[in-house]
């Protein structure tokens, strides 16, 4: 029997990074960090639904707790002047005193803009969804979203696959579609993955997506590269 692994952390210590880096010096302030961490997640997934969020990164150290956000629209984020991430910055800290109300670390909020949206499957993932919700034709959203996908220069290969009561039908079923590779038993294939939902009126569609960008090499002699330290802050 084959076992289905998440692609990302089939690679990580290979050619992907933690998305928390941290140290708990005792079982305590772990139990406590990764309570933290889940709320920060579960609270901007929720709060940044439309800005084409794509991963939220906590790095932490004895005075600092510092949240990276990849956006592909951050003027959204960012608002006017800045004020939308004043806001966020203290609804973050306000949720974090409910879950830590002994934490007292200054938190930074950093945003980083994504150049090519088309390579990023969770941005992928969120234009898939938004044209269901707009009760377009899953087959025609699926058509459209991959042909722009593998039409960027870094792509090699996209899958995206929709699963529910598509059309409104009585019976829920799956439908994928696929243009070129996807390589999940290699390690060194750089391949992103996110699953994403569309709400309708009649239900729930889930989406997945995967996006290979070619093989991750630490230059042309060598075949892979190397595995590198996690970061850790203390």
Not at 165 to 182: D, F, P, Q, T, V
Not at 197 to 217: F, M, Q, S
Request: proline share 3%; no cysteine.
């Amino acid at each position: 029997m084959t076992h289905t692994v998440h692609p990302y952390a089939h690679r990580l210590g290979i050619i992907r990074d933690w998305k928390s880096r941290w140290f708990a010096a005792d079982s305590k302030s772990y139990r406590e960090n990764v309570k933290v961490d889940e709320t920060i997640r579960r609270f901007l997934t929720k709060k940044l639904r439309g800005t084409f969020t794509s991963s939220i990164e906590i790095e932490r150290s004895t005075a600092e707790l510092r949240v990276i956000l990849a956006t592909a629209r951050p003027g959204l984020v960012i608002g006017r002047s800045g004020e939308n991430v004043a806001k966020l910055r203290a609804e973050i800290a306000a949720e974090v005193r409910k879950v830590a109300p002994k934490d007292r670390r200054t938190l930074k909020l950093d945003i980083n803009e994504i150049r090519q949206p088309e390579t990023d499957a969770a941005v992928v993932a969120y234009m898939v969804a938004e044209g269901l919700e707009k009760r377009m034709p899953f087959r025609r959203v699926l058509k459209q979203t991959i042909e722009k996908v593998i039409a960027a220069r870094e792509v090699e290969g996209v899958r995206i696959a929709v699963s529910g009561r598509l059309g409104g039908a009585e019976m829920s079923r799956k439908e994928e579609l696929k243009k070129g590779r996807i390589p999940l038993q290699t390690f060194r294939a750089d391949i992103d993955f996110a699953h994403e939902k569309a709400h309708l009126p009649y239900g729930v569609i889930g989406i997945k997506v995967w996006i290979y960008r070619g093989n991750v090499y630490q230059d042309k002699k060598t075949s892979v590269r190397m595995p590198e330290a996690t970061a850790v802050r203390g």
